[in-house]
């Protein structure tokens, strides 16, 4: 009767968690893995019990059995590497991709071969106990190793997250590793006598109980004067391995009183207790609260001062140089303040302007919604001119006129100023202590003082950075708009002159050819001003077709208007290009040729085909100061007083896109030579 409890128990609270994954994650491949996992578990649970229900189809029900534990490996293995991970395939390393790709070989021997290669029973009904063969033995010790892996990924996950998400986690980590460990225990057992058993499966199903109880949990709830001179990482790791010791003397005391209780005391009963008690004891040991007091304890007792200040400054400063954006560096510096001084949350605020208030940029588990710090509060006048730190627990909140509100409902504690040479760059605000009985002195304002400039500092260079790049676009912005206006007002003018002249001469016919040649000239000109200023597709939206180049380049020599002065030459070759990219490419070297020689050419363009497809275009004009060679291809670098800058940076994207290049050979005096591969 207890063992149809705690199954159903153990399967009905994992298809809670399953549900409630599935309807906040999604389909995601994290979502999908923790399903496989407790689908596993719970289908294990099931079948098993069938097995200790019918045991004259033994063999029949272990074949299932042995199919669902097949799928264990792969169901927790993909579960550690992707459960509170942010989940990349290039991020996952080559040794677990072999596991995972070894993880195949269980199912496969489950499905062909037979349940009695793997066990054997003589008098199952009466002993509950499977005996393993060679075979099987093999198949339970590979079953283990990956158990064994799914653990070893479950604790670097939870090692390298942040206090905030350990605190999420907690739950999630401690089930699932429950679990996990009570497999290690199970096989482990079953290996060393060479059976499994199965009076141990109550001991199983109360342990996935728990397990998902917990998770369920954590997603409903959590959505985580002599001085001895000790490592202070390993007097930390002394508090845990005393805690283990006297878990361990519990253990012996408790093993040593069930002597009194007589050979009839049910194993399995002794077992699930004691698993119980470790997991107590990991609950208690993963506690933020606890681990915080600890450290406090011993940094009274044992050290001179309170933090290791080489190691926070490299901690912090791996921190800081980690962030690839703003957001990063900003949500990094909160990270760090939470971490270094146990804090649950924390806000970073930001000045908007030179003398406007400071608003809130980033937030760590707090929601400043209106909340801003006046530059006018006496609080942050005196953090502005005295970096002084504000202690909410000495300061009132009503001193701050937009913020009072916010400090009050966060339980903010500290107010940190980041202050740079040119003034306050930013306020961190910190609140919601791990430890709420801890008392912060003069070692922590100074800690707090020194990390405030090294992110002021890089503050400083994030918003002289942006400014830098948002002067470099209006500087860019503004010599287009020269050039522009500059080949607007030469058109405006020629257009002008044509229609003064049209008032006194518009009847006259030798006029109106002159007038429509102008109009024409002055039309194709605005078209390569429109060209020139089109931004260039990327590759994937070229539109290549099959194009004979020879008759590519006789067109886009005729569109330059050097019909006269330019020839065209060479074979056919056929390209498999986008025509009209191409053609602005041919059109502007050829227009570049022909101002070269002031219009009078000759200007050579030749198609052929060596070790690919080119164009080459020649003239015999002023040449390319060498000096100038090298920034040939700069957006916005031009040796002509009327050109824009950007003709050859387009024509090289263009011929770029389509997986070619562009050779120059030039000399003063000599002309230039500009071949385009494609």
């Known amino acids: 009767m207890m063992q149809v409890v705690l199954s159903a128990g153990a399967v009905l609270l994992s298809l809670a968690v399953i549900g409630v994954t599935i309807r906040r994650q999604g389909l995601t491949l994290s979502a999908c893995a923790t399903v496989a996992a407790l689908t596993a578990a719970s289908a294990l649970e099931v079948l098993d019990f069938m097995v200790m229900l019918d045991p004259d189809r033994l063999f029949e029900w272990k074949r299932w059995v042995l199919a669902v534990e097949s799928l264990l490996p792969a169901a927790w293995l993909s579960y550690s590497l992707t459960h509170s991970r942010r989940t990349a395939t290039s991020a996952v390393p080559r040794l677990q991709w072999f596991f995972a790709a070894a993880t195949a070989a269980f199912p496969l021997a489950a499905l062909l071969l037979p349940p009695e290669v793997f066990i054997y029973s003589p008098d199952f009904a009466t002993e509950r106990v499977l005996f393993l063969t060679v075979h099987g033995y093999y198949f339970y010790l590979g079953l283990l190793l990956f158990v064994v892996v799914s653990l070893v990924n479950l604790e670097g996950t ?19 590793t429950s679990y996990l460990a009570l497999l290690v225990l199970y096989y482990s057992q079953g290996l060393l006598h060479r059976s499994l058993n199965m009076g141990l499966l109550p001991v199983r199903s109360l342990i996935l109980a728990l397990a998902a109880a917990m998770m369920l949990y954590s997603l409903l709830a959590r959505g985580s004067g002599v001085r001895i001179a000790v490592s202070r990482n390993m007097a930390y790791k002394s508090v845990v391995l005393v805690a283990v010791g006297l878990y361990l003397v519990a253990v012996g005391v408790m093993g040593e009183g069930l002597r009194y209780f007589g050979e009839g005391f049910p194993k399995a009963m002794a077992i699930a207790t004691l698993f119980c008690m470790g997991i107590a004891l990991v609950v208690i040991l993963l506690s933020e609260t606890l681990r915080r007091r600890v450290r406090v304890f011993i940094h009274k007792n044992f ?25 990063g560096l900003m949500e990094a510096i909160l990270a760090g303040y939470s971490g270094v001084f146990g804090m649950n949350s924390g806000v970073l605020f930001l000045k908007s302007g030179d003398n406007g208030p400071f608003r809130w940029a980033v937030a760590r588990e707090q929601a400043p919604v209106g909340a801003f710090f006046s530059s006018n509060d006496l609080p942050v006048r005196r953090m502005a001119e005295e970096g002084w730190i504000v202690n909410l627990r000495e300061a009132s909140p009503e001193e701050f006129s937009g913020a009072g509100e916010f400090v009050r409902e966060n339980s903010v504690v500290f107010l940190i100023p980041l202050s740079s040479g040119e003034g306050l760059e930013g306020i961190v605000a910190l609140g919601r202590p791990v430890h709420e009985g801890e008392l912060y002195h003069y070692e922590d304002y100074d800690l707090m003082k020194t990390m405030a400039r090294q992110a002021a500092s890089a503050l400083m260079n994030l918003r002289l950075s942006e400014e830098l790049a948002s002067a470099r676009e209006l500087e860019v912005m503004g010599r287009v708009s020269t050039f522009i206006l500059h080949d607007l007002k030469n058109l405006v003018y020629t257009l002008s002159l044509t229609v003064d002249n049209a008032r006194d001469h518009i009847a006259d ?45 006789g067109e886009s020599a005729g569109l330059a208007g050097g019909r006269d002065c330019v020839r065209v030459g060479g074979s056919a070759v056929c390209a498999h290009v986008d025509r009209e ?52 291809f700069s957006p916005f670098r031009t040796t002509k007083k ?19 290049r562009i050779d120059v050979e030039s000399a003063p005096g000599q002309g230039a030579t500009f071949t385009v591969w494609l």
């Not at 050290?303 to 140089?321: G, N, V």
């Not at 000759?602 to 060679?629: L, T």
């Not at 009327?642 to 070619?660: F, P, T």
Request: hydrophobic share 40%.
């Open 303 to 327: 050290y001179r001062s309170k933090y290791d200040y080489q190691t926070q400054w490299l901690h912090f400063t791996d921190l800081l140089a980690s962030a690839r954006s703003s957001d």
């Open 158 to 176: 939870y090692s390298h997250a942040s206090l905030l998400e350990r605190w999420r986690i907690k739950f999630d980590f401690i089930g699932a």
């Open 509 to 553: 016919p030798e006029f109106q050819d002159d007038m429509l040649g102008t109009l024409g000239n002055t039309v194709n000109r605005m078209k390569l001003l429109i060209a020139r200023l089109r931004g260039l597709p990327e590759k994937q939206s070229l539109n290549r077709e099959e194009v004979d180049l020879l008759l590519l380049a």
């Open 581 to 632: 990219e191409i053609q602005k490419v041919v059109m502007n070297l050829v227009v570049n040729a022909l101002e070269a020689t002031e219009g009078k050419g000759p200007v050579m363009v030749e198609v052929g085909c060596g070790n690919a497809p080119y164009i080459r275009v020649s003239d015999s004009g002023c040449g390319i100061p060498e000096a100038f060679r090298a920034h040939l």
């Open 642 to 660: 009327k050109g824009l800058g950007i003709g050859l940076y387009q024509c090289r994207r263009i011929v770029e896109a389509h997986g070619g």
